[in-house]
Each structure stands twice: as structure tokens, then as C-alpha cells.
């Protein structure tokens, strides 16, 4: 890391405006800096707004989007510089200066309202590329519904400056001869997130993508699928709108193929073909058949490898393990598809189907090749960034850092945890400057509702048609507007727009509303959207009430629309009945801590210990083993051939030799007890440690199998084993002729239904040491799918290269491992001769699972967080939040979250870090107000409400005799009221006598 240096730049620039780029922007914003946000295209969000659900989660990619366009164009701390490219950088780490150009837009976005009589004036049309080339969009355009800002823009090369536009637009906003415009700004360090595009299936002529208008890409089937796309979420296929009956998906085009040079994995179609297969059956109306044609299915990432065998199982998805020949167009004019494929066994087999989807691989543009050249960034062979060994999001220039796909094709999480990590390396070089050129946001004073007879709005969200093609959201508006108490009642395309934000602003002043109803989607993601807009309207944020008619009606009753709107009415009524009755409550604002405790001394641990101390935080490092290092200690070489011993060795010094690192080893959690800003943990050593926040890094352990002989052979052995035995010269090693490695044990079954996503890998890299010591050798790697996801391919390419034999079982036809003297006998079915294969093997390697250690429970209980049903813990959101917990000032990280390989671990660990850095840089902590209180009059001092009281915020004071809340402590879940036999104690904003309104509604 670069050391800190006076007179340093307390400002980022981000580079690309995708998830990866908001998530990294929202984190140093909140954590102290100023952040210029530069995107080239006119609005932000990447691709992510094109998808249309995520998986496992079912959630709207939009919605789960939205929260953070809002959050991040409202940020006082974020300049959004749309339409502009970085054109240059010099200086050094803490003292850049970026040359930024803004190509002109030809529309003033401080002027733009949005409404988009422009465009419908606008003569001139061209494909939408947004859509991807499905539907039409004008000259000038607004690059999706919920875009920010909610400006449009000018295509030049399309417009011929007929005027239109400019007689339309009522706001003044469009300027013809507006020119581009360079600025140059000071910044500390960069973050690359430019994101990626999609591999043109084009160049792949067998598959007939561009000869046959029912192959379709991957991307384009998502527009399909969307609410918002083309064809407003209908399931048909572009050529003749019809229904399709039959749709297939095609596995690796434009990935593992080594004649385009595309050799790596894109490590995200596997899942995205299964997501996208399931939501088909669901949104057909009919019963379709969905068939995914693949060679390996690599889903390799949490919860992934449950949601495949539930596409298998309970969604009817088909899997064809398969090699495809060609796509051709049926001869009968149906426009039907026919796939000639080869099966495992060599026979060749014909499928007709009605739509063909090609899952097309990730790949960097060249506009991002050249940004990267531009720079002096060194790139891989495929014209990725080349990221330094084991540091997660380094690049080949000091300062400069990287997040999201450029660094290579990963998900969404993946991406989310890079850009956390990236953010918490741009703090370790800036931590001098932090705080130097922030802004502190200012709210209007809040009124005073007292007293005042209420005046509700209500909002109902059509979400483009996830709630608006079940619910009747006229009807259901209709309805609310005769409720008692509403003075005004609206329908809203995108309720969590930044435009509609704007809306209930102004409708709040113009209305005297002093009460708000949402009526939308889930309050889990957009409650604290809606109440942020209450603030900035001067109403304080808990009068506004939330009625979920999108899981809640239009996702349970989509194929009952009548019932769903029903339905929708009764949770509108309900909420407003509610809202009639919201008083203010105000938050409390407590001291902060600053310290942090970190609770596991492996790599992820010490990386976040590490990286907090060197942005001036005190840590407390508690670890259960006697010394540092963790799983580390059994590791030699890393996954790229890294040193990890000199590495662990260095970063145990790091440690050892920080002021601001306390190390506590043989040490254990005893107890936890306080909230977010004001922990206080007890060690089994009796200490009492007071911290602000928690990082939970308790790594994970190797499972020890119960089967194929281990611990009954010598020979047998787990791949950590041989890694030892190997870096140690054992004989039983160094000698042996004969290797098989074994996959997936005490993994993908029904104890452990998970991957541990790390196996396949060691054991290539484990076989290529092996070929490498003895070319002689023969090494055999029993598997059921290989999972070499993205550049990993390289490896299992090379190790088949060397030899190196693969041989698939199935899953109910395991192998079978029998002593045989000095020797280990290996019998195991072939998948493509269907004959048994008997291997005299000298060493057999079992590519043990990784399991979550037993102390995760004790853990989960302190701190009151969750664990899934493995044991690792569970993480807030999957997709937007996957180091936080759902427990405010506590995260997570490495091995304890769930398996992956080291230089995932320290990636996260940063990410950590950088999210618990967000609470850290504050002075105080505001703690939500609504929690329990007490009617001294009625409470008899019986102690119910102190016994059931998860959060140990109530206690009874004897001397008193009445029930005393901690009000900091309080999470408001109002077990104590309902345990309650006197009725004595209440939550506020969510009284009893609300409870009974809203029953009393229906």
C-alpha cells in the first residue's frame, strides 16, 4: 500500500456507473470522501436494469436496483458525470488529475423534467439498444423508465434538427449547439468498473444467430421476459409473437473456445440459463418445455447449486449434457429451430424447438482496451485487467484499482463485494484525507403534524407490469381515493424513481399531506427510500406507511387478477387505516466507538484487521487457535502458483507489528452484548472489549469423509493432505506412479446440497504439480462436473493437455475405493463407454467439502445474526448486501460466509471492511426510534417482557417496580408487547391500537 501523504486528494473517481461503480461510489460517500462518478452512456446502472429477476431470490433486478440510483443521485458526496469518458491521468497515488471529456447531450439535465413530449414529437426512429434491438426508440431518448438523471438525450447521428423537439419541450431544455466539454478534477485514486458487453454470437455461424430471428442471445431474452421490455413482459418470440412451446438454451458460446480466443469461462451463464428457464415456465401460461444444452453446469456460487436441483426437480427443467453441432431453421416455414447435438455416448440427436437462446459469455469492449491502455493498466491475455496475485482489486498501476467484470466475468455479489474492496483500498491510501471535502446533508425543518386531522397520500406503483399486469392499479387507486382521511391519490409507473421522489415532494407541499402510503413492492429494500423523501419534505419519516401489493398480490395471484386487486384494495385500506393513526417518532443519537472487533485470525481476518488499521482504526483481533493463520498454514501454492506461506508469513507480520492491532489468541467470544456504535464483547479470558463494529471471520474447516477409506488407508487422502505431503517430500507422494482425485465429497448431497465451489480447481492445480514433478505420472480426476469457472479454464485446459485423464461418474453411481495391498483400488463407471474402470492408484485424493465450524452457532446467537441451513451465516441480500447483516455494525467475511478460494477471501474481507467503514466515519450513531415503551400505570414489574427480550434491551427496575427499554438496544420486534399480560407495554409505530385499525379495516 501506498503511505499516506499531507495535502492528499480526499476525493475518488470512479470509472463506469454499473452496479459495481454505485456500490463502490455509495461506499466511500458514506465512509468520508467525494466521489466524481463518470459513465459514458447517458444515465447510470449498467446492465443491470436490462435484466429482469435475479436469482435465487426471485427479486426484481429494478427494484433491487432502484434504491441505490436514488440513493446515489440524491448523494450530496456523489457528482454524476453522465455521458463522459476519462480521457487521461497523471500524478500519483493521492494526487492525480484525471482529464474527464463530456460529450454534449444536447439536453440540459438541470432543466429535462422527464415527461417526454420531446420524444413523442420526435419524426426520427432507430433500433433500441437498451432493448437490445427488440423495440424502437426516437432521436431523442431517456435510456430506460426509472433512469438517472431522468434527463433525455440527443442521438446526433440519428437526429436531422427538425425542430420538433425544441417546440415541445415547455422547460427549455434542449440546446442544439451544445458542446462537449472538458473538465479536469483532483482526486486521491481511481476505480476502474467499466463493466463488460456481450460476446457477438454472430461471429459463432452455426449457431445462426443473425440468419434466423428465433435465435436469440441471452440479453435479449431477458428484455423479453421484462416488465419493462418490448413486449411488457409477455413470453413470445419476436419473428411472429407467438408463444413458444419449446425453448432451448445453449451453453458457452463465446466461452471455453479457443478458436476465438475466448478459452476462459463466463462463469455467470450456467445460472442466468437456469434463471431465466424457470421464469419462462412461469411466465408461460401454458406448460412449457425448457431444455439447457451444456457441458459442465458450474453452479459453483451460494445457494446456487439448490436452485439447479430445484430447476431439475420441482420447475421441470431439462439438462442435455451435450456438444452442439448446429442450429437450422426448419424447412416447414414455421420458423421452429432444429438442433443437431451430439450425446455423451457419441450417438447424434435432432430437437425442433420454437425459440433458441444462446447464453453468450462476457467479454471487455474496446473502448474499455483502449481506457485501459490510455491508463498503463496491464491486461491479461483475454483484455481483461491483469489484477495482481492476492490483492483482490490491485491493478498494474499503484492507485489505481478495479472492480466488477473488468477484472474478470463474476456476478452480481461478486461484483458488489469487488466494488466494497476496491473502496476500502482507495480509503487505506486516502484515510488522511478523509472527511477533508465532504458535504453534510441539510433537511428542511421538520413540521410540526401535531394536533392536525390527517391528510394521506397514497401512491400505487404499476412497476411497469410486475404489479400492473395482475392488479388493476386504476381500480385499486379509485379505491383508495374515497378512504377516509386521503386527500390524494396517485398511480406511479416507478414509484422508486428519482423523478417520482421528486413528485411526492412536491405533492406533499402542494397537498399539506401530512401522512404517506406507498403501495408497491417489498419495504425489506424501499422503505428507507420512501422515508428519506418524507425528510427532504420536512415530515418526519416514520409517518409514512408501506403496502407490499407486489409479493404479496401480484406474485401469489398472478394468474388471479381479480382476487390479486381485491386484495390489493384490502392492503391499501389497511395501511392507510394504519397511517391515520402514525405519530412522529424521533430517532436517538448515540456516541460512536470507533473501535472494531474482528473474531477469526485467518487471511480474511488479518486483511480486515490490517486494512482498518491502516485507515487509523483501532482493532481487536480475537482468534480461537493459539496462533494466526487460520486454513492458511495448510496451504502452499495459491491457485496462480503464489507463494501463500511468504505471503501469510508477511501479513502475520503486518499484524503483529500495527499499534492499532490487539491480538487475542486461544481466545473465544464469551459473550456480546450493546448495539452498533456501543458493543461490548467479553472473552473467555474475562476481558471486556467495547467496539463500534464487528467483523465475523471464522473461516471454515475441511471436511474429514467417512467414506472411500480415509482414516482406514494411508493413501488415502483429502487434497489438503496431499498438498502437505507434497510441499514435505512424503514418500508416499514424491514415489507414487498412479493419482486419482475424487470430487464432490461431502459435497452436492443431501447433508451438504452445496458446492464448495473450490475442489475442482485444487485438484487440476494439484494434478498439474503432480505432472510437473513426474510427466510419467498418471493422474485421474473423478468428477461430476468440472468447475473451473473463468480463468481457472486455462488450467483444466492445460492439465488435459499434460495428460492428465477425466473421467465423470454419476451422482448414484459413485465410485468405489477398496484396499488392495500396498495399493488402493479405484473402480468407477465410464460415461461414454458405460464399463466399469478399475485404476491401481498409489494415492487417492478426496476433494473434501468446506464446512462451516461449530462455533458459528454460539456466534449467531451473540451477535443475532443468521445462519442458512449449513451453518454459514446469511448474509442481509444476497445480491446487494453480501458482507452486512440484517443486525446493524455487523458483517461478515471469507470462509465463514461461504466457500471460495483465497483470493475471493481477501477480496471480501476488504469489502468488509469498506461497509463497516460507512459506520465508522460517523461521530454518532442515530438508532431508529421505533421501539417499545411503557405505560407505568399498567406494568406490575412481572419480568415476562425482561425473560422473552431477545435484544436485552428491557429490564425491570425493582426499586421502581415498572419495566425500563434501553431505547438504544431496542430493535422494536415487540415480542415483550405481546407477552405482555397487562397490556403495559406498546412499539411505537406499530401500537396496538394501530394493529386493531388495520384489522378492524378488512
Known sequence: MTANKPGQVGAVLVVGAGIAGIQASLDLAESGYYVYLVEKSPAIGGTMPMLDKTFPTNDCSMCILSPKLVECGRHLNIETITN???????GEPGHFKATIVKKARYVDPEKCTGCGSCAEECPMETKDEFNQGLGERKAIYKLYAQAYPNAYAIDKDLCIECGACV?????????????????????????????????????????????????????EFERILSASGPFGGHLVRPSDKKEPQRIAWIQCVGSRNCKIEHGYCSSVCCMYAIKE???????????????????????????????????????????????????????????????????????????????????????????????????????????????????????????????????????????????????SDSSVILSAAR????????????????????????????????????????????????????????????????????????????????????????????EPLFQETLREAGLNSNLFEMANIRDQCSWVHMNEPEKA?????????????????????????????????????????????????????????????????????????????????????????????????????GTEVADVNGFVGNFVTTLSNGEEIQHGVAIIATGAEEYKPAEYLYGQNDRVMSLLDIEGALSAGDARVSGAKNFVFIQCVGSRDDERPYCSRICCTKS?????????????????????????????????????????IFIRYAVDNKPVVEADGEKVKVTVTDHVLGVPVIIKADVVGLAAAIVPPAGN?????????PLNQEGFFLEAHMKLRPVDFGTDGVFMCGLAHGPKNLEENISQAKAAVARACTVLAKESIAVEGKCAFVDKRKCVACGVCESVCPSKAVSVDMKEKVAVVNEALCKGCGACASSCRSGAINIKGCTNEQIVAMINAL
Open 84 to 90: 463522459a469518458v476519462l480521457e487521461d491521468l497523471q
Open 167 to 219: 417546440d415541445a419541450c415547455q422547460a427549455g431544455a434542449i440546446d442544439h449547439d451544445m458542446a462537449d466539454e472538458t473538465v479536469e478534477v483532483e482526486v486521491g485514486s481511481v476505480i476502474l468498473s467499466p463493466g463488460f458487453q456481450k460476446f457477438d454470437a454472430s461471429a459463432l455461424e452455426y449457431y445462426g444467430y443473425g440468419r434466423y430471428a428465433n435465435v436469440l442471445t441471452s440479453l
Open 277 to 423: 428457464a424457470v421464469i419462462a415456465k412461469e411466465h408461460a401460461g401454458h406448460p412449457l418445455d425448457a431444455t439447457i444444452f451444456f457441458m459442465d453446469m458450474r453452479t459453483y456460487g451460494k445457494d446456487f447449486e439448490k436452485y439447479y436441483e430445484r430447476a431439475k426437480k420441482e420447475s421441470g427443467v431439462n439438462f442435455i449434457r451435450s456438444r452442439i453441432y448446429d442450429v437450422n431453421e426448419a424447412k416447414d416455414g414455421s420458423g421452429n429451430l432444429t438442433i443437431r447435438y451430439a450425446n455423451e455416448d457419441g450417438s447424434i440427436s435432432n430437437a425442433e424447438f420454437d425459440l433458441v437462446i444462446l447464453s453468450v459469455g462476457l467479454e471487455p469492449s474496446a473502448d474499455v482496451v483502449e481506457l485501459a491502455n490510455k491508463l498503463n493498466i496491464q491486461l491479461n491475455q483475454f483484455n481483461f485487467a491483469d489484477v495482481p496475485a492476492l490483492t483482490g482489486v490491485g491493478t498494474s498501476r499503484p492507485g489505481v484499482y478495479v472492480a466488477g467484470a473488468f477484472s474478470g466475468p463474476r456476478d452480481i455479489p461478486e461484483t458488489v463485494m469487488q466494488a466494497s474492496a476496491a473502496a
Open 435 to 526: 472527511g477533508s471535502l465532504v458535504k453534510k446533508k441539510e433537511y428542511p425543518p421538520e413540521k410540526d403534524v401535531t394536533g392536525e386531522i390527517p391528510r394521506i397520500g397514497v401512491f400505487v406503483c404499476h412497476c411497469g407490469i410486475n404489479i400492473g399486469s395482475v392488479v388493476n392499479v386504476p381500480e385499486v387507486v379509485a379505491y383508495a381515493q374515497k378512504l377516509p382521511g386521503v386527500s390524494l391519490a396517485e398511480e406511479k409507473l416507478y414509484a422508486c424513481s428519482q423523478d417520482t421522489a421528486g413528485q411526492i415532494r412536491e405533492a406533499i407541499e402542494k397537498y399539506n399531506l401530512n401522512r404517506i402510503v406507498v403501495a408497491s413492492c417489498s419495504p425489506r429494500t424501499h
Open 565 to 665: 386487486t381485491a386484495k390489493a384494495k384490502d392492503l391499501v385500506k389497511m395501511a392507510v387505516y394504519k397511517a391515520s393513526l402514525l405519530q412522529p417518532i424521533q430517532s436517538v443519537s448515540l456516541g460512536m466507538n470507533h473501535d472494531a472487533l474482528v473474531i477469526g485470525g485467518g487471511v480474511s481476518g488479518m486483511t480486515a484487521a490490517v486494512s482498518l488499521a491502516k485507515q487509523g482504526y483501532k482493532v481487536h483481533l480475537v482468534e480461537k487457535e493459539p496462533q494466526l493463520g487460520g486454513t492458511a498454514r495448510r496451504i502452499h501454492t495459491g491457485m496462480r502458483g503464489e507463494d501463500v506461506q511468504a505471503f501469510l508469513g508477511d501479513l502475520i507480520a503486518q499484524v503483529n507489528g500495527n499499534e492499532l492491532i490487539k491480538v487475542y489468541t
Open 764 to 804: 487440476v492445480k494439484l494434478a498439474l504439480k503432480i505432472k510437473e514433478a513426474n510427466p510419467k505420472a498418471q493422474v485421474y480426476v473423478l468428477y461430476r462436473d468440472i468447475r473451473t469457472y473463468g480463468f481457472f479454464e486455462e488450467m483444466y485446459r492445460e492439465a488435459r493437455r499434460k495428460g492428465v
Open 857 to 865: 452457532a454460539k456466534l449467531s446467537k451473540f451477535f443475532k445474526v
